[in-house]
């Protein structure tokens, strides 16, 4: 298995660069499932990235996005963990994608609540989490 960087799969998602988006697909049509690795810190980057100044898309797409990857038969992520961040991820605008993927990876892990001295992250999700 090898694993995939924010850039490859973001050009997937984009086809920002035409020839490059091409040389994914083809890759990934030619694959068997389970073939590429993709990390969680890819999720976070694409979140922010596509959130950030130069792209500005809003949550929804941006979830659209992040979902759209766990998707793909020839990827091997966090599928379960992504799929519970994406919905309050679109519905709590004021936390990051980051600090909600903390608190459910927790919840995931058997280790919650997560324990955090960030009052809006335990005001958004107090069933997750708690103030220290």
Request: net charge neutral.
């Amino acid at each position: 298995m090898k694993s995939l960087d924010t850039n490859v799969v973001l050009r997937l998602l984009l086809d920002d660069v035409p020839e490059q988006t091409q040389q994914i697909q083809i890759m990934l049509e030619h694959a068997k499932p389970k073939s590429f690795f993709v990390a969680d810190a890819v999720f976070f980057e694409i979140a922010w990235v596509l959130g950030g100044q130069f792209f500005q898309f809003d949550r929804k797409l941006i979830g659209d996005m992040l979902l759209q990857i766990t998707k793909i038969p020839q990827i091997v992520c966090s599928r379960s963990v992504i799929e519970q961040v994406v919905p309050l991820y679109r519905a709590k605008s004021q936390l990051s994608f980051v600090d909600i993927y903390l608190a459910i990876y927790a919840k995931h892990m058997g280790a919650d609540p997560l324990l955090t001295y960030d009052r809006l992250l335990a005001k958004k999700v107090p069933d997750l989490t708690a103030l220290l």
